[in-house]
């Protein structure tokens, strides 16, 4: 158990199907992160939230869209996907005084999604 | 970019043996964070040891030891005792202003 928790493990969605991937984290951390785990592929930031403000989008179509409602609440939410999108979805938190990379982060399950 | 790379997709390991995984990383910046982190079949990523790049002195964590070399940008891992718990993917971080993950490595360790 490290406090992120992420729902649901597994997902498996239509292209034209609309779902939301969830994370939560009860360790106090005021920021929280996406990441893309793809096969044989290094990880791959999606989006960057601190105190609830995105502070980073790298380059991330526009069918995955996050929102941060509070700094304990985090959700992905997905539209009109394409086969390449499946993948581990993997969220993660952390302390962000003053920059992303020197605190540890601490990831959930990760939720794996298919898009047949 | 900063971008890290780990040359080894995968290795093996013998019961009680040590084996040692590499990363490199590509980087102006003069003050960062590195980090190996372990991901098992459950899919958790594990923070497994941390090393500030202005402190010389390698960073160690139980069986867990690292082999940081500034000037050639090198962060190994060694894994000192191996144990069966020990199989996993094994991801080697660099963190400045965000954090930049290698491809992993997976560890297969024979009983």
């Known amino acids: 158990e490290t406090g992120v928790t992420q729902t649901p493990r597994h997902l498996v969605m239509g292209m034209t199907n609309k779902k939301s991937l969830k994370c939560e984290q009860h360790l106090g951390h005021n920021a929280m992160y996406w990441y893309k785990q793809s096969a044989k592929k290094p990880l791959e930031l999606m989006f960057v939230?601190?105190?609830?403000?995105?502070?980073e989008n790298n380059s991330v179509p526009s069918r995955f869209s996050p929102e941060c409602p509070n700094s304990s609440h985090l959700f992905l939410h997905l539209h009109t996907l394409q086969p390449e999108d499946s993948a581990l979805y993997l969220c993660?938190?952390?302390?962000?005084?003053?920059?992303?990379?020197?605190?540890?982060?601490?990831f959930g399950d990760g939720t794996r999604l298919s898009i047949l | 970019a900063q971008t890290v790379t780990q040359s080894q997709p995968e290795m093996s390991v013998q019961e009680a043996e040590t084996v040692t995984l590499s990363c490199t990383y590509d980087?102006?910046?003069?003050?960062?964070?590195l980090f190996w982190y372990k991901q098992p079949p459950s899919r958790q990523m594990i923070l497994v040891i941390r090393q500030e790049a202005y402190k010389q002195q390698n960073a160690t964590e139980n069986r867990f030891s690292v082999n940081f070399q500034k000037a050639a940008k090198s962060f190994s891992l060694k894994i000192s005792d191996s144990q069966l718990g020990d199989a996993a993917m094994y991801f080697c971080a660099y963190g400045a202003n965000d954090m930049r993950f290698g491809a992993g490595t997976r560890l297969t360790v024979k009983p």
């Open positions: 939230y601190n105190f609830k403000e995105q502070t």
């Open positions: 993660a938190s952390s302390f962000l005084p003053p920059s992303a990379g020197n605190q540890p982060q601490h």
């Open positions: 980087t102006s910046e003069s003050d960062y964070y």
